[in-house]
């Protein structure tokens, strides 16, 4: 199946610094790639859609100048937390969905294994 | 806007017991519909879903799920509860003229021996 891979898996960092998360579709091209936080105890948030070789699109509430993303290549999606502080702990999950016309069709994502993020 | 209800966040149930998860939509057309579940720090892993062909769909580790339309329900189940299926499940819409995943609140499965 295919296979949708996150680095790093668990990131500690200091409060100011930034992050930066990696996202990657290891057997099939992806042209959209989600971002997606997760609270403890809590749903999904979708944060950011990003499409490869354009600017992403965010949801209501989420800022863009602070959740960097870039989809540079049909294969890697990257988040940037910039200037972390501990409120954004949090568990960031992204997905991928193959480029349109694949064996797999368009209606299903695939799921990182996630990026727990830690700030002190 | 679409939106998708899980009934009880928490379930338990005994070893060998029924499972059943509840999920409610609302969608005045039938999306895809989806169950995932997440053991403790990883990501979701797809279960199984629903793509408009039979509405009894069968999905991995001996779970399934019915989609009634009269119901707009997608209830998930698994005849005899292993103590390997604790997780939290969560439920899934996708739009069939939409470009995102709505989740619901999700349901923490828990298995007492």
């Known amino acids: 199946g295919a296979v949708v891979s996150q680095h790093p898996s668990r990131v500690i960092c200091k409060s100011g610094t930034s992050v930066k998360i990696e996202c990657r579709s290891l057997d099939f091209q992806a042209t959209t790639m989600f971002w997606y936080r997760q609270f403890p105890k809590k749903s999904l948030m979708l944060m950011a859609t990003s499409n490869e070789g354009s600017k992403a699109t965010y949801e209501q509430g989420v800022e863009k100048d602070k959740f960097l993303i870039n989809h540079a290549s049909l294969t890697l999606s990257t988040l940037t937390v910039t200037s972390a502080h501990p409120e954004d702990s949090s568990f960031y999950i992204c997905?991928?969905?193959?480029?349109?016309?694949?064996?797999?069709?368009?209606?299903?994502?695939?799921f990182g294994p996630g990026t727990r993020l830690t700030v002190l | 806007a679409q939106s998708v209800t899980q009934l009880g966040s928490h379930v338990s149930v005994s070893e060998g017991a029924l499972v059943l998860l509840r999920c409610n939509y609302s969608s005045s057309v039938p999306p895809y519909l989806f169950w995932y579940v997440q053991y403790p720090n990883q990501g979701l892993q797809l279960l199984l879903k629903?793509?408009?062909?039979?509405?009894l769909v069968k999905g991995i580790n001996g779970f399934e799920a019915e989609f009634k339309k009269s119901e707009t329900s997608f209830h998930l189940t698994k005849p005899s509860a292993h103590m390997s299926d604790a997780a939290e499940y969560f439920c899934a819409v996708y739009p069939n003229t939409g470009n995102q995943f709505y989740f619901g609140t999700g349901t923490s499965l828990t298995v007492i021996p």
């Open positions: 629903y793509t408009s062909a039979a509405t």
């Open positions: 997905s991928a969905r193959e480029a349109s016309g694949g064996v797999r069709g368009t209606d299903t994502q695939y």
